[in-house]
């Protein structure tokens, strides 16, 4: 059973559910069935333990379903406007939207979204306690308006790149601040992601801490020759793992740059298997043809580039099984959900120093860390990296928590939004 919430009506206490509208962009559907797992994994999480309805926005403008295949907006046109995602109701509202509009014209942005959420307002009133903006512009603004608009109180949620880059233009810094200001809680998922909600103007005492967790069932120390095995990746030599999405932001070029200055690993070679697509894949498969190409003894010497594309969170698990370490050299970041997955299967991790990354990953004991868009120090720590012995010790006490444990702290804070001190008793 699902736990309730006990609100006091007429000096009568009744429970129920609590009712959440789940408002964002930034969720998967049938045309992009693995984007934004965390978002799927948490919410199904959550549905388990309340009502839950997402209000999933989809990029529109006029003309759209002309373009085709060749721009996201054009592929969306075949997202059905209802669907359901792991038992949770999704309705994919045609939100429109300025292209390129660039940091001076994304505030046209925020009144465009709320926009293609306008019509289903009547549908909505009646129904909710609280209203959830996952993602901080244009999202959580406009989910803002739109609960002032339903009479409802909201929280905001924050990932990453919403908080480190977009909500830093000093274009759209006033309404992220603005919805910030009314929210009942501003949600980040690393301490220094809740201090950077405060600095853009949420209230210190309602910016809080919800971490985000893994599946633990998948994400676990593995058999490292198995999961090669299985896999088809090469038994001999050691591998270097990337997941994620494969564009310049990510440190792709940083990291290809490493990796070709890596050499081998005490005479055996190191292979690098990136897990994702996006717009730099054709530079990894150029990198890797370029390898194919060498003599067969110096290739065998120097390793493999891999690339296996997109995949889903099983496959992903058992990349982290069959890797030496994961490596993430983005230039900004949340707290990366694939790098609390290697820390729970108890792979180092080397990454930048940015965003929440430096909260979970503790220096010389679950990896390395170095700066931004530097190969060289990458290059360095991945050799580092490689040569160490990891007490797996510690990456048990750095295990970060389930999706279950985070949901159930999203939902008290949730219920403490909706009912304030009544909320307390669902939490």
Excluded at 181 to 208: C, D, N, T
Excluded at 222 to 230: I, L, M, P, Q
Excluded at 297 to 318: D, F, K
Excluded at 339 to 362: C, K, Q, Y
Aim: net charge positive.
């Amino acid at each position: 059973m699902k736990p309730g919430v006990n609100v006091g009506m007429k000096g009568a206490a009744w429970s129920r559910p609590l009712r959440v509208l789940w408002v964002t962009r930034i969720f998967p559907n049938r045309v992009e069935p693995l984007s934004c797992a965390f978002q799927r994994q948490q919410l199904a999480a959550l549905s388990r333990r309340c009502a839950v309805e997402v209000l999933a926005a989809i990029p529109y403008h006029p003309g759209v379903s002309l373009l085709g295949e060749r721009t996201r907006p054009g592929r969306l046109v075949a997202v059905p406007a209802r669907d359901e995602i792991d038992g949770v109701p999704v309705v994919h509202a045609r939100a429109p939207y300025l292209p390129g509009a660039g940091r001076v014209l994304a505030p046209v942005n925020a009144p465009l979204y709320l926009a293609g959420l306008l019509p289903y307002v009547p549908g909505l009133r009646g129904r909710f306690d609280v209203v959830l903006g996952a993602w901080l512009y244009p999202d959580a603004c406009a989910a803002a308006l739109l609960a002032r608009m339903l009479g409802l109180p909201y929280a905001v949620k924050a990932h990453g790149t919403d908080v480190n880059v977009v909500a830093r233009w000093r274009s759209v810094r006033p309404l992220v601040g603005s919805a910030l200001r009314s929210a009942a809680y501003s949600i980040g998922v690393s301490r220094p992601m809740v201090e950077a909600l405060a600095a853009l103007g949420a209230p210190k005492e309602r910016a809080v801490l919800v971490r985000n967790g893994v599946d633990r069932a998948l994400f676990r120390p593995a058999d490292r020759r198995a999961a090669r095995r299985e896999l088809g990746l090469p038994a001999r030599g050691r591998i270097v793992t990337f997941v994620g999405h494969v564009s310049r932001e990510k440190g792709i070029h940083e990291l290809l740059r490493a990796f070709e200055a890596l050499g081998t690993d005490g005479g055996e070679p190191v292979h690098l298997v990136i897990v994702g697509d996006g717009p730099e894949r054709a530079a990894i498969e150029q990198a890797a043809v370029r390898r194919e190409r060498a003599p067969a003894g110096l290739r065998e010497e120097r390793g493999q580039i891999i690339a296996v594309g997109a995949r889903p969170l099983s496959a992903v698990a058992r990349h982290l099984a069959a890797t030496d370490l994961l490596t993430l050299p983005s230039w900004a970041e949340g707290t990366p959900n694939v790098v609390l997955e290697a820390l729970s299967a108890a792979r180092p991790v080397v990454a930048t120093r940015v965003g929440g990354i430096p909260d979970v990953v503790t220096p010389g004991r679950t990896g390395l860390l170095v700066p931004p868009r530097d190969a060289g120090a990458l290059g360095r720590a991945l050799r580092e990296a490689l040569a160490r012995a990891w007490d797996e010790q510690a990456f048990a006490e750095a295990a970060p928590p389930s999706w279950e444990e985070s949901a159930e702290a999203l939902r008290r804070l949730l219920a403490r939004a909706a009912f304030g001190d009544d909320g307390r008793a669902a939490a």
